[in-house]
């Protein structure tokens, strides 16, 4: 190693020690941004990741923000400049409306770097640690975009080998891939002599076996084993496979079988489970054979049509159906949807083939009583819950929804910031046994109110006004009820105090602290010792231990 990466190394590690963190001095001390004035001004420090440190930098030439990623020190020493910069090159031709496009390249104070779009909005990571859980359309529209931009370039021969949620931004109401071909460029630039100092290219949570047991030759595969953790995290709240350490983590690739999500979320049907297992199958040759082939089962699941079998001359040679596969038929219902409100005066008659959007907004707790909050907060999520098994029917995440709680904001507003056709609103008052529950379906186009009612029942009767609240919105749109769309009370429970326990659980785990975590596991445990037969309070204690536990990152502080 060169004296001067070694120090900078020597000093990385001791940051790591005293805090855990990189800090940016250890980057801002030499000679590496003052080289770069003249083309970029550093405004802040973002984050780091496994290869990299990103900073929010100003492009002075083009008077842009950009995100600047400054690659780990260590592995500059290993992979060498002028190779990292000529293997990037190929990543800098990617073209595709959900890969995050590689800006420029280089080499300043003896660190390696290279720059892309700052996007204004999240990562899939952020979504995840706020959500923790979510809805499988959402998760599924995601992972398809994604398999979309995995299948643009592996036809080009890039491998991206680093597919986590941390790598993939969410910007209105997207998904966009970034690093392309960084992981793939340090690895081939590496050579041997990666492996030779210990140091790994990928996330261990989402390595493939073959790229966890260090193989040389990796393929798209890889990428779709990737892809599959990440689908399944974004379901069930985790990654498939956790231990302590990264070691731990892969082992469990090759001793276990592969988990099921349906043991931690009930609710996601058999079909969404087995081909996330096929993703995830250890041996190559029993995945999907592309990501393709991944993307058409997900777009087949959403829309309640087979998926037909990919041709050998489909994706992996143009590099141009992703686009078709993915993008175009949300075009395609985008237009359709923008016909039916503009040609048909925005009415709610659109062909009941066009999926519809809408979004459940906070039910408003009235009555004064605070201590009912957890009430209006649960009967929101199950309506949502309810209405996301509705074929055809896509709702807003919860996240999204509950931004506006608190807020007078009409329906026309939510609709343009949700990308919704519909919005169901309504509040609800509980006093001892009763509950009065009223709700109104708005046309987000228009703000005219399209359906309304209001239910007078026994607070036992919960599940009951829920699925008749689900069938009226169902009917006014006018779609047709599945056997998906099995009655909210199925996996129920007869108790209503054990309800409560399960929703106040609940409400406490949605506040995403450390209290409020332990609090909703004793909360989940009161409501099984009232019905040890309530299957969501079982899912509710798993998903709590789950988001409880802690996780060591293996990096640079695992070999100071």
Known sequence: MQPRLREYHTRICSAYARSGTVSAMALEADNFWPQLRDRYECIRELGQGGMATVYLARDVRHRRQVALKVLRPELAAVVGAARFLREIETAANLQHPHILPLFDSGEAGGLLFYVMPYVEGESLRDRIDREKQLATDAALEIAAEVAGALEA??????????????????????????????????????????????????????????????????????????????????????????????????????????????????????????????????????????????????????SGVPARAPRATGLVRSGRRPILLVSVLSVIAAL?????????????????????????????????????????????????????????????????????????????????????????????????????????????????????????????????????????????????????????????????????????????????????LQKSLQLYQQALSVDSTYAPAWAGIEATRRNRADFIVDGVAGRC
Not at 210 to 227: C, H, K, M
Not at 261 to 270: A, D, G, L, N
Not at 418 to 429: F, K, N
Not at 480 to 502: E, N, W
């Open 153 to 302: 370039a592996h036809a080009k021969g890039i491998v991206h080998r680093d597919i986590k949620p941390e790598n993939i931004m969410l910007s209105g109401g997207h998904a966009m891939v970034a690093d392309f071909g960084i992981a793939t460029a340090v690895d081939v630039a590496g050579e041997s002599r990666l492996t030779g100092t210990g140091l790994a290219v990928g996330t261990p949570a989402y390595m493939s076996p073959e790229q966890g047991s260090g193989e040389r030759t990796v393929d798209r595969r890889s990428d779709v084993y990737a892809l599959g953790c990440v689908l399944y995290e974004m379901l069930a709240g985790e990654p498939p496979f956790t231990g302590p350490t990264a070691q731990a983590i892969i082992a469990k690739r090759f001793s276990g079988d592969v988990p099921s999500v349906r043991r931690t979320r009930p609710s996601v049907s058999e079909t969404v489970d087995r081909l996330i297992s096929k993703a995830l199958a250890p041996v190559p040759a029993d995945r999907w054979p592309s990501a393709e082939a991944f993307a058409r089962a997900i777009v087949a699941e959403r």
């Open 336 to 516: 359709g949807i923008w016909a039916a409100f503009h040609f048909l005066g925005g009415r709610q008659t659109v062909s009941p083939g066009i999926a519809r959007t809408i979004a459940v907004l906070p039910l408003v707790n009235v009555g004064g009583d605070s201590t009912q909050e957890f009430f209006a907060d649960g009967m929101t999520d199950e309506l949502t819950g309810a209405l996301g098994k509705i074929p055809g029917l896509r709702v807003a995440a919860r996240s999204s929804a509950f931004a506006f709680k608190g807020k007078s904001a009409d329906a026309r507003e939510v609709g343009a910031r949700l990308h919704v056709a519909s919005v169901l609103e309504g509040s609800v008052r509980r006093a001892g046994s009763r509950m009065r529950v009223s709700a109104q379906l708005v046309n987000a186009a228009d703000g005219l109110v399209v359906w309304s009612d209001t239910y007078e029942r026994a607070v036992a009767n919960t599940f009951e006004v829920q699925d008749d609240i689900a069938k009226s919105v169902a009917s006014a749109l006018r779609l047709t009820l599945g056997a998906a769309a099995r009655p909210a009370s199925s996996d129920g429970t007869l108790s209503v105090k054990a309800h409560d326990l399960y929703l106040k659980g609940r409400f406490e785990f949605n506040s995403g602290s450390e209290a409020g």
